[in-house]
């Protein structure tokens, strides 16, 4: 396996991760809370509002104009 | 024939219609800002083929170019202005959530970001980060274009919030 793969292993692996986090949220197991849950929790306050809409609007600088 | 001069008979339809009066919001439909039935497909439909020609329109954007950056940053403004206004269909957010749970994303999310930290921090080919993997699969125009769609409705997901 190479260094590539394993980079690339270790980005699947943790996104593997966070698609699981998400569907054992949804299926109630545990007391995890679901993206949008704990999402929509932190932007009940404007300065958690403020820096999610930020990291989104980064997002959609970093990889569609530049 | 002045307001002065209507019988009490004639003046009280009158009245009753103006105190059934409802303001008309400007986006059409009625009071509470419900449009009929038939009218919601045929917006949504207008609303759906706009996102997706502007997510054509940026997608199609020239990267570092000045459209570019405008054309990210006028939803973003739209959607800020929108935010904090707060639109009327929110989704419920809940009161709290278990610390333990929420910590189970928090470290997940540490993680991808210490890989990413670390491959932006090595710069080696061998190494790529998230964005030298992304950027070739979103290149062509129709991809990028649906990756468009997918942030614009993330960013209205969560406006509604």
């Known amino acids: 396996m190479s260094d590539r793969t394993i980079t690339v292993v270790g980005f699947v692996a943790i996104i593997a991760v966070l698609a699981a986090l998400e569907f054992l949220a949804r299926r109630k197991i545990g007391r995890i809370p679901t993206l949008g849950e704990w999402l929509g929790f932190v932007m009940r306050r404007p300065a958690g509002r403020a820096v999610i809409l930020a990291g989104w609007l980064w997002l959609g600088w970093h990889y569609f104009a530049r | ?161």
């Open chain 2, 1 to 161: 024939m002045t307001a002065g001069n209507v019988s009490t008979d004639e003046a009280a339809p009158k009245r009753a219609a103006a105190n059934d009066h409802h303001p008309v919001p400007l986006s059409g439909g009625d009071a509470r800002g419900q449009l009929p039935a038939g009218a919601r497909p045929a917006r949504n439909a207008i609303i759906g083929a706009a996102v997706i020609g502007y997510a054509w329109l940026l997608g199609g954007a020239s990267p570092f170019s000045t459209r570019a950056l405008v054309e990210v940053l006028v939803p973003g403004a739209v959607l800020g202005v929108i935010a904090y206004a707060r639109p009327p269909d929110r989704i419920q957010v809940p009161e709290s959530v278990d610390t333990a749970g929420f910590s189970y994303w928090i470290i997940a999310i540490a993680l991808l970001f210490e890989w990413e930290a670390s491959a932006v921090r090595d710069n080696r080919p061998w190494h790529p980060s998230l964005t030298d993997l992304i950027n070739p699969l979103i290149a062509p125009h129709p991809i990028k274009t649906a990756a468009v769609v997918v942030w614009l409705l993330s960013g209205w997901a969560l406006v509604r919030r």
